[in-house]
């Protein structure tokens, strides 16, 4: 009996404890909300990790899936996710499942913590990088930096589908300066092994020129260079003269 209550006082404590130091949370409107704090959860866990974030996690689709027939919001299931991966970084239904349910230009960001410990605890699982990098790349601050980190590796994989490979190699021109990519481009379109996908590298160029007007007239310009009609010099002018962001262009 001694024993039992020992170890009822031991847990009380680590609970008080993890309260103690875990983080505040997000300011809870719904009042039947629950969210658990990670840190404390960890403590009241007692090493049974993997059981507590599926509890949390299972716990989190029924509150959500109730707001689907009361016409109200559950704000939180991305902290429930981050709980639950916290708890067990190897759990990838949170990931997947946010990753789903999240439109890639929602203003509210409390899913990126969760979306780069996914695609680090999974960094073979094209299908979560993908649509993470997707979710980096049109949310707020347009990460395209971030995103083609995390499709670099997918560049040269023959086992991804190719249009995975193109999307890897957008967000690495979107990451660069404009000269630097449309030169990038240039290159790719004098590459033969590239000659199948030159109307998208034109597609590609009219993008970092931010001009979606002018493809074909991209396009005939690099087909000029590539037969040899003008130079790389006078083509990348041309090409830049085009580039609406610049201020003197129209």
């Known amino acids: 009996m001694k ?22 949370l997000p300011e809870i409107k719904e009042a039947s909300a629950f969210v658990p704090r990670t840190e404390a959860a960890k403590w009241m866990s007692l090493g049974y990790n993997s059981t507590a974030a599926s509890l949390f996690w299972i716990g989190g689709i029924i509150a959500y899936s109730e707001t689907m027939f009361d016409g109200k919001t ?21 990931y997947t499942f946010v990753n789903a349910i999240t439109a890639n230009n929602e203003p509210d960001t409390t899913d990126y913590v969760l979306l780069r410990r996914g695609v680090e605890a999974f960094p073979d699982d094209w299908r979560l990088k993908v649509s993470s990098a997707l979710r980096f790349a049109n949310g707020p601050g347009k990460n395209y930096a971030y995103a083609a980190k995390i499709m670099k590796p997918f560049e040269n994989d023959t086992t991804a589908p190719e249009y995975i490979r193109g999307i890897a190699r957008t967000f690495e ?25 030159q109307k ?50 129209p």
């Open 3 to 24: 024993v039992v209550f020992f170890a009822a006082l031991i847990a009380l404590a680590l609970s008080i404890l993890g309260f103690a130091k875990s983080p505040d």
């Open 173 to 197: 021109l979107k990451s660069m300066p404009t000269d630097l990519a449309l030169t990038q481009i240039m290159n790719d379109y004098l590459n033969p092994d590239y000659r199948t996908f």
């Open 74 to 94: 559950f704000k939180w299931l991305s902290h429930l996710a981050d709980a639950s991966t916290r708890l067990d970084s190897l759990f990838k239904t949170p």
């Open 200 to 249: 998208g590298l034109a597609i590609k160029a009219a993008r970092v020129l931010d001009n979606g007007d002018e493809i074909d007239k991209i396009e005939s310009i690099l087909n000029d260079m590539a037969k040899q009609k003008i130079s790389p010099q006078n083509a990348f002018a041309a090409l830049m003269s085009l580039n609406l962001t610049l201020p003197n262009n």
